[in-house]
Antibody
Protein backbone atom coordinates (compact mmCIF):
# COMPACT_ATOMS: atom_id res chain seq x y z
CA UNK A 1 0.00 0.00 0.00
CA UNK A 2 0.98 3.62 -0.44
CA UNK A 3 3.13 4.93 2.38
CA UNK A 4 5.01 8.13 3.07
CA UNK A 5 7.31 7.59 6.03
CA UNK A 6 9.05 10.60 7.47
CA UNK A 7 12.17 10.78 9.58
CA UNK A 8 12.00 11.17 13.32
CA UNK A 9 11.80 14.20 15.56
CA UNK A 10 14.69 16.62 15.65
CA UNK A 11 15.96 18.98 18.33
CA UNK A 12 18.23 21.67 16.96
CA UNK A 13 19.88 24.83 18.20
CA UNK A 14 19.21 28.20 16.61
CA UNK A 15 21.42 28.72 13.57
CA UNK A 16 21.79 25.02 12.84
CA UNK A 17 20.34 23.13 9.86
CA UNK A 18 17.99 20.21 9.65
CA UNK A 19 17.07 17.78 6.88
CA UNK A 20 13.73 15.99 7.04
CA UNK A 21 13.18 12.97 4.81
CA UNK A 22 10.00 11.55 3.34
CA UNK A 23 10.38 8.02 1.96
CA UNK A 24 7.72 6.84 -0.45
CA UNK A 25 6.69 3.26 -1.09
CA UNK A 26 3.87 1.37 -2.76
CA UNK A 27 3.76 3.49 -5.91
CA UNK A 28 5.89 4.95 -8.68
CA UNK A 29 7.60 7.86 -6.98
CA UNK A 30 7.82 10.03 -10.08
CA UNK A 31 4.12 9.72 -10.86
CA UNK A 32 3.05 12.15 -8.14
CA UNK A 33 4.17 15.54 -6.93
CA UNK A 34 5.46 15.90 -3.41
CA UNK A 35 4.22 18.73 -1.21
CA UNK A 36 5.42 20.06 2.13
CA UNK A 37 3.17 21.52 4.83
CA UNK A 38 4.13 23.20 8.10
CA UNK A 39 2.12 23.38 11.30
CA UNK A 40 3.50 25.43 14.17
CA UNK A 41 2.31 24.55 17.68
CA UNK A 42 -1.34 25.46 18.11
CA UNK A 43 -1.47 26.99 14.63
CA UNK A 44 -3.02 26.12 11.30
CA UNK A 45 -1.64 24.38 8.26
CA UNK A 46 0.69 26.27 5.91
CA UNK A 47 1.48 25.05 2.42
CA UNK A 48 5.24 25.42 1.96
CA UNK A 49 5.49 24.36 -1.65
CA UNK A 50 6.00 21.33 -3.81
CA UNK A 51 8.60 19.56 -5.89
CA UNK A 52 8.14 18.02 -9.31
CA UNK A 53 9.42 14.49 -8.82
CA UNK A 54 10.13 14.10 -12.53
CA UNK A 55 12.26 17.19 -13.02
CA UNK A 56 13.28 18.02 -9.45
CA UNK A 57 11.98 21.54 -9.99
CA UNK A 58 10.72 23.06 -6.72
CA UNK A 59 8.06 25.72 -6.17
CA UNK A 60 8.12 27.61 -2.90
CA UNK A 61 5.29 29.46 -1.23
CA UNK A 62 5.74 33.02 -0.13
CA UNK A 63 7.59 32.99 3.16
CA UNK A 64 9.47 29.80 2.39
CA UNK A 65 12.17 31.05 0.08
CA UNK A 66 15.85 31.30 0.92
CA UNK A 67 16.30 29.04 3.97
CA UNK A 68 14.06 26.21 2.76
CA UNK A 69 15.18 23.74 0.12
CA UNK A 70 13.28 20.81 -1.38
CA UNK A 71 15.27 18.01 -2.97
CA UNK A 72 14.93 14.42 -4.14
CA UNK A 73 16.79 11.16 -4.36
CA UNK A 74 14.69 9.25 -6.85
CA UNK A 75 16.95 6.20 -6.54
CA UNK A 76 15.51 5.64 -3.07
CA UNK A 77 12.10 7.28 -3.66
CA UNK A 78 12.79 9.91 -1.05
CA UNK A 79 12.10 13.62 -0.83
CA UNK A 80 13.91 15.97 1.50
CA UNK A 81 13.19 19.27 3.19
CA UNK A 82 16.26 21.13 4.39
CA UNK A 83 15.97 24.19 6.59
CA UNK A 84 19.06 26.25 7.28
CA UNK A 85 19.78 28.99 9.84
CA UNK A 86 17.06 27.63 12.07
CA UNK A 87 15.05 30.01 14.22
CA UNK A 88 12.79 29.37 17.17
CA UNK A 89 9.80 30.16 14.96
CA UNK A 90 10.69 27.19 12.72
CA UNK A 91 9.54 24.93 15.55
CA UNK A 92 6.73 22.99 13.96
CA UNK A 93 5.51 19.69 12.63
CA UNK A 94 6.42 19.27 8.98
CA UNK A 95 4.32 17.02 6.77
CA UNK A 96 4.98 15.65 3.33
CA UNK A 97 2.07 14.69 1.10
CA UNK A 98 1.82 13.31 -2.41
CA UNK A 99 -0.55 14.74 -4.95
CA UNK A 100 -1.48 14.94 -8.59
CA UNK A 101 -3.26 17.19 -11.01
CA UNK A 102 -4.79 16.53 -14.39
CA UNK A 103 -6.49 18.95 -16.73
CA UNK A 104 -9.74 18.69 -14.80
CA UNK A 105 -8.93 17.59 -11.28
CA UNK A 106 -6.36 18.29 -8.59
CA UNK A 107 -5.85 16.07 -5.58
CA UNK A 108 -3.01 17.93 -3.97
CA UNK A 109 -2.76 15.92 -0.75
CA UNK A 110 -3.79 12.42 -1.73
CA UNK A 111 -1.65 10.73 0.93
CA UNK A 112 0.12 12.19 3.94
CA UNK A 113 3.26 11.38 5.85
CA UNK A 114 3.00 11.06 9.62
CA UNK A 115 4.74 14.35 10.27
CA UNK A 116 8.13 15.26 11.71
CA UNK A 117 8.47 17.52 14.74
CA UNK A 118 11.36 19.93 14.50
CA UNK A 119 12.09 21.78 17.71
CA UNK A 120 14.49 24.72 17.66
CA UNK A 121 15.71 25.66 21.11
CA UNK A 122 18.92 26.73 22.77
CA UNK B 1 -1.58 38.66 -1.22
CA UNK B 2 -5.06 37.17 -1.27
CA UNK B 3 -6.13 35.65 2.04
CA UNK B 4 -8.26 32.51 2.23
CA UNK B 5 -10.97 32.97 4.83
CA UNK B 6 -12.75 30.44 7.02
CA UNK B 7 -14.98 30.80 10.04
CA UNK B 8 -12.74 30.54 13.12
CA UNK B 9 -15.25 28.38 14.94
CA UNK B 10 -18.61 26.73 14.49
CA UNK B 11 -20.83 24.52 16.56
CA UNK B 12 -23.38 21.90 15.59
CA UNK B 13 -25.71 19.64 17.52
CA UNK B 14 -25.31 15.88 17.21
CA UNK B 15 -27.33 14.75 14.21
CA UNK B 16 -27.46 18.25 12.81
CA UNK B 17 -26.15 19.74 9.60
CA UNK B 18 -23.40 22.31 9.34
CA UNK B 19 -21.86 24.12 6.39
CA UNK B 20 -18.36 25.50 6.65
CA UNK B 21 -17.17 27.97 4.05
CA UNK B 22 -13.93 28.94 2.35
CA UNK B 23 -13.70 32.33 0.70
CA UNK B 24 -11.22 34.85 -0.61
CA UNK B 25 -10.39 38.28 0.74
CA UNK B 26 -10.65 39.45 -2.85
CA UNK B 27 -12.76 37.65 -5.42
CA UNK B 28 -14.78 34.46 -5.55
CA UNK B 29 -13.86 30.82 -5.19
CA UNK B 30 -14.89 28.75 -8.20
CA UNK B 31 -14.16 25.22 -9.33
CA UNK B 32 -11.06 26.59 -11.08
CA UNK B 33 -9.54 27.01 -7.64
CA UNK B 34 -9.84 23.23 -7.02
CA UNK B 35 -10.88 23.76 -3.38
CA UNK B 36 -10.09 20.87 -1.07
CA UNK B 37 -11.01 20.14 2.53
CA UNK B 38 -9.11 18.45 5.38
CA UNK B 39 -10.03 17.27 8.84
CA UNK B 40 -7.50 17.26 11.65
CA UNK B 41 -7.73 16.16 15.25
CA UNK B 42 -5.06 17.16 17.79
CA UNK B 43 -1.80 15.29 17.41
CA UNK B 44 -2.82 13.64 14.15
CA UNK B 45 -1.90 14.21 10.53
CA UNK B 46 -4.62 15.82 8.45
CA UNK B 47 -7.13 13.60 6.69
CA UNK B 48 -8.27 14.51 3.21
CA UNK B 49 -12.05 14.74 2.94
CA UNK B 50 -12.86 16.48 -0.33
CA UNK B 51 -10.77 17.51 -3.34
CA UNK B 52 -11.50 19.44 -6.51
CA UNK B 53 -14.62 21.04 -5.01
CA UNK B 54 -16.80 17.97 -4.50
CA UNK B 55 -14.92 14.70 -4.93
CA UNK B 56 -14.79 12.63 -1.75
CA UNK B 57 -11.47 11.07 -0.93
CA UNK B 58 -11.35 7.30 -0.58
CA UNK B 59 -13.13 6.04 2.52
CA UNK B 60 -14.82 9.33 3.40
CA UNK B 61 -18.50 8.84 4.29
CA UNK B 62 -21.07 10.50 2.10
CA UNK B 63 -22.32 12.70 4.92
CA UNK B 64 -19.36 14.91 3.99
CA UNK B 65 -19.97 16.85 0.80
CA UNK B 66 -18.34 19.75 -1.01
CA UNK B 67 -19.80 22.42 -3.22
CA UNK B 68 -19.64 26.03 -4.33
CA UNK B 69 -22.16 28.20 -2.52
CA UNK B 70 -22.34 31.70 -3.87
CA UNK B 71 -18.79 33.00 -4.02
CA UNK B 72 -17.31 30.46 -1.62
CA UNK B 73 -16.39 26.81 -1.43
CA UNK B 74 -18.40 24.92 1.13
CA UNK B 75 -18.09 21.74 3.19
CA UNK B 76 -21.37 20.36 4.46
CA UNK B 77 -21.57 17.73 7.17
CA UNK B 78 -24.96 16.11 7.55
CA UNK B 79 -25.86 14.01 10.58
CA UNK B 80 -22.96 15.36 12.63
CA UNK B 81 -21.37 12.90 15.00
CA UNK B 82 -19.30 13.43 18.11
CA UNK B 83 -16.11 12.37 16.35
CA UNK B 84 -16.61 15.06 13.73
CA UNK B 85 -15.39 17.49 16.37
CA UNK B 86 -12.13 18.56 14.72
CA UNK B 87 -10.35 21.35 12.94
CA UNK B 88 -11.28 21.72 9.28
CA UNK B 89 -9.03 23.36 6.71
CA UNK B 90 -9.61 24.32 3.12
CA UNK B 91 -6.95 24.95 0.49
CA UNK B 92 -7.34 26.63 -2.88
CA UNK B 93 -5.21 26.89 -5.99
CA UNK B 94 -4.12 30.45 -6.75
CA UNK B 95 -2.44 29.70 -10.09
CA UNK B 96 1.22 29.47 -11.10
CA UNK B 97 1.66 26.35 -8.97
CA UNK B 98 0.71 28.13 -5.74
CA UNK B 99 -1.77 26.88 -3.15
CA UNK B 100 -2.99 28.67 -0.03
CA UNK B 101 -4.64 27.26 3.09
CA UNK B 102 -7.42 28.94 4.97
CA UNK B 103 -6.94 29.60 8.65
CA UNK B 104 -9.10 26.65 9.67
CA UNK B 105 -12.42 26.22 11.46
CA UNK B 106 -12.71 24.60 14.87
CA UNK B 107 -15.92 22.58 14.85
CA UNK B 108 -17.58 21.73 18.14
CA UNK B 109 -20.30 19.09 18.32
CA UNK B 110 -22.53 19.67 21.32
Amino acid sequence: QVQLVQSGSELKKPGASVKVSCKASGYTFTSYTLNWVRQAPGQGLEWMGWINTNTGNPTYAQGFTGRFVFSLDTSVSTAYLQISSLKAEDTAVYYCARGYCSSTICHIFESWGQGTLVTVSS
Amino acid sequence: QTVVTQEPSFSVSPGGTVTLTCGLSSGSVSTSYYPSWYQQTPGQAPRTLIYSTNTRSSGVPDRFSGSILGNKAALTITGAQADDESDYYCIVYMGSGIWVFGGGTKLTVL
